[in-house]
């Protein structure tokens, strides 16, 4: 049997005692290559804790080109070349809206800072994008924005898998920013101009919380 190591500051959720064992089981019965590697599938969860996480930017599923996903929403290694095209969208968006252009598409630097990058599914077969979407991965997900709902937090839902989740959001203090994905078939109706990047910078710092350096 393959190692997983559980996400400490999370491991409380009942999803890990609930469905972890069995998909678990069902991952390592896998006769496919299936990313992220293992040692990463809980990368945004072990580089962003409860107490830490201000803002959740919510994915859809691991890219399924091997090599680029490393267990974070968006994310890839910062060798890859050329980026995925929803995360040059991203970049462009960031840099009209806040004038800031990054180097390379690893957004580690963003989790650290308590930006929760957190796909809808935490694996997928090389090649098959949605591969693991019924696999079982949805209540822990929406675990996460239970908990995370508990003090005020910015969620940003791009398209609607990721909006469809808002329900799962808790009480009237929080930032929700909804817009269309990304994805080349959807920025341009409405995730180009949203400007998400100054309104979550511009919520945190009415919340008395230093604002993300999305340079990072």
């Known amino acids: 049997m393959t190692s997983h190591s559980l996400p400490a500051a999370w491991s409380h959720l009942p999803f890990f005692k609930s469905d972890w064992p069995r998909i678990q089981s069902e991952l390592d019965a896998e006769t496919r290559q299936i990313l992220p590697p293992n040692a990463q599938r809980f990368a945004a969860l072990d580089l962003t804790s409860p107490a830490d996480t201000h803002v959740v930017i919510l994915g ?19 060798n890859v070349r050329p980026l995925p095209r929803s995360l040059s969208n991203i970049h462009k968006e960031l840099e009209a809206d806040l004038n800031i252009s990054r180097p390379n598409g690893d957004l ?6 308590g930006v929760l990058l957190l796909n809808t599914a935490l694996s997928v077969p090389a090649g098959e994008a949605d591969g693991h979407k019924r696999l079982g991965w949805a ?25 469809k989740l808002a329900k799962f959001i808790q009480g009237d203090t929080h930032l929700i920013l909804k817009s269309a994905h990304p994805s080349p078939l959807s920025a341009r109706r409405g995730f180009f101009g949203s400007r998400p990047f100054s309104n979550v910078n511009d919520w945190l710092t009415q919340q008395g919380h230093p604002p993300i350096d999305w340079s990072q």
């Open 108 to 113: 580690r630097g963003w989790a650290k800072q």
């Open 139 to 163: 209540p822990l997900v929406h675990q996460i924005l239970e908990q995370c709902s508990a003090r005020p937090t910015a969620f940003i839902l791009w398209g609607n898998t990721a909006q």
């Open 60 to 78: 859809q599923d691991p890219y399924p080109t091997p090599g680029h996903a490393h267990g974070l929403a968006f994310s890839v290694e910062p």
